[in-house]
């Protein structure tokens, strides 16, 4: 469950991607290039004490967390560092066929997700480097791949606005969940707050009229992905799929009055529809043998999402005079692309033609996981090594005697 934002003025201690406090006085940090570290910190201070030490390296860090975790009785858990898989970005026909969106276009990092402008002209990349991920811009087919957002926080999750000028994204606020953020896809400009930071999002879009967001709280959160919306310029929200289910990956259809997700309410994930924004008055289940990932097609008369064959479904849809769902059709296998957690792993081109999609080029290894006991001992030892007094014996844990 996530935390509540912290009141009072933040202070930055040292640089890292994950950290915990240790009972013997030590901060202990993952670094950004997987270093393991310990800093002597004064919790009522709020203050380093000393200088930092380096205990291990080679340790897994992503931009939201790290493979991590000390027990108040000194066992130490930690994930040595996996290697990545290769993605690349591709185009794939109605009948599977995939060819390159560039083939000079290299990607030196991860995609985490990506989305396709409403023009089909450009691309909007969440690039992860060195447990940093940054919002790109890449003009399709041949133009330049440029990055957008700067500086230490995280940015993911990238959409579109309706005319294809601003690029949406969510930005880290501490725990791993999302503020709302807008930039223009040029660049140009400052990243701009659309919503307070009081509550943590893990996905949201702006509707094909520009009226609405979209809304979709942290899976992990209260509210188990519950689906929200809030007008644009205003800055309240409210709930329009609120359960004890988890729903992912809210959809709107083109027309704006059908809202798609994903939900696990019958136990299992299936795609369900509700009018948009009067989501209480009425709710369908699209799929029948599993579901999620919904998209829907330019035109609006097609619903695509992912079955539990992992295959890319064509739901024929009827909206008038209100919803129906006709004949469905297995497209082809996702196997050789690359989900992407609780958002769409893909966008649909603007002629419902095609589909764009992460590809593996190259598979992932798994780290190691290694288990230290007495662990407090060990970084007892590591302190006077280099010459700095151990701190145990604060929070009941004895002072050694020599």
């Known amino acids: 469950m996530a935390q509540p934002i912290p009141k009072g003025e933040a202070r930055v201690l040292l640089r890292g991607v994950y950290a915990r406090y240790s009972p013997t006085g030590h901060l202990i940090v993952v670094t950004s290039d997987g270093k ?3 800093v002597p910190f004064d919790p009522g201070k709020l203050a380093l004490t000393g200088p930092p030490v380096s205990l291990y390296e080679g340790l897994q860090a992503n931009p939201f967390a790290a493979g991590f975790a000390l027990s108040p009785t000194g066992t130490l858990i930690y994930e ?3 290697q990545s898989s290769s993605r690349e970005v591709v185009w794939v026909t109605r ?3 995939v060819s390159p969106v560039d083939p000079a276009w ?10 396709l402008s409403p023009n089909g002209k450009a691309i909007a990349v969440e690039l992860q480097r060195n447990a940093k991920a940054d919002i790109w811009v890449k003009q399709v087919p041949a133009g330049p791949f440029s990055r957008i957002t700067f500086g230490d926080t995280n940015y993911f999750r990238p959409s579109w606005t309706p005319d294809g000028s601003q690029v949406l994204f969510l930005g880290d606020r501490g725990d791993g969940a999302g503020i709302p953020t807008v930039r223009r ?3 140009v400009g400052p990243a701009t707050h659309l919503l307070p930071k009081t509550i943590g999002f893990g996905h949201f879009f702006e509707s094909n009229d520009g009226r609405w967001l979209v809304l979709r709280r942290v899976v992990t959160d209260l509210g188990n992905g519950d689906i929200m919306a809030t007008k644009v310029g205003d800055t309240s929200v409210a709930t329009l799929v609120g359960t004890p289910a988890r729903e992912t990956a809210p959809a709107l259809s083109p027309d704006g009055r059908w809202l798609a997700y994903a939900s696990d309410e019958s136990g299992a994930f299936e795609i369900y529809v509700r009018p948009f ?5 009425a709710r369908w289940q699209v799929s029948t043998a599993g579901g999620s990932y919904p998209l829907w097609s330019r035109s609006g008369r097609e619903l695509f999402y992912r079955n539990n064959k992992n295959e890319l479904v064509s739901a024929t849809v009827s ?8 004949a469905q059709k297995s497209l082809f296998s996702l196997s050789p692309f690359t989900p992407a957690g609780p958002v ?6 603007p002629d419902d033609k095609r589909f764009l999609m992460l590809r593996e080029t190259a598979a992932g290894e798994s780290g190691l996981l290694v288990v230290s006991q007495n662990w407090f001992e060990e970084l007892r030892g590591r302190m006077r090594e280099v010459g700095l007094t151990p701190l145990l014996g604060r929070d009941g844990y004895p002072q050694s005697s020599t």
């Open 36 to 38: 393991l570290l310990a």
């Open 80 to 82: 040595t560092a996996s």
């Open 95 to 97: 009948d599977g066929v």
């Open 106 to 115: 290299k990607l030196d990092g991860t995609v985490g997700s990506i989305a």
């Open 185 to 187: 896809a040029d660049g």
């Open 277 to 281: 924004p009067e989501a209480s008055t």
């Open 319 to 326: 909206t008038s005079p209100t919803f129906s769902v006709g």
């Open 344 to 349: 769409p792993c893909y966008s649909v081109a």
